[in-house]
């Protein structure tokens, strides 16, 4: 079964950086698409990132662009997130997901979740 262990979440002040790491095992993982959602309190959950099998033809939220990355490592099984330019609002539960189909990126698709990592940005 698909694994999906999140890292790399933490406290920094508004305008710092972080950069979230997934660990991924159960599947071929260079076949998959990956993304990566937030949730904060009292709100849903939110797409941020997503990228495909290959690791290049990258899609994000409008709220993120310029500012995050996301980037895979297929020989480790990772894929990562690079956040720089931290605002209080990017404040949530970060959640690594993949797609429950090869060869496809489509948001409706992810349907594998990792239990999240907090991320905490104080102005």
């Known amino acids: 079964q698909v694994q999906l262990v999140e890292s790399g979440g933490g406290l920094v002040q508004a305008g710092g950086s972080l950069r979230l790491s997934c660990a991924a095992s159960g599947r071929t993982f260079s076949n998959y698409a990956m993304g990566w959602f937030r949730q904060a309190p009292g709100k849903e959950r939110e797409f941020v990132a997503a990228c495909k099998w290959s690791g290049g033809d990258a899609n994000y939220a409008d709220s993120v662009k310029g500012r995050f990355t996301i980037s895979r490592d297929n020989a480790k099984n990772t894929v990562y997130l690079q956040m720089n330019s931290l605002k209080p609002e990017d404040t949530a539960v970060y959640y690594c997901?993949?797609?429950?189909?090869?060869?496809?990126?489509?948001?409706?698709?992810?349907?594998?979740w990792g239990q999240g990592t907090q991320v905490t940005v104080s102005s």
């Open positions: 997901a993949q797609s429950r189909i090869m060869w496809v990126l489509d948001l409706n698709a992810f349907a594998f």
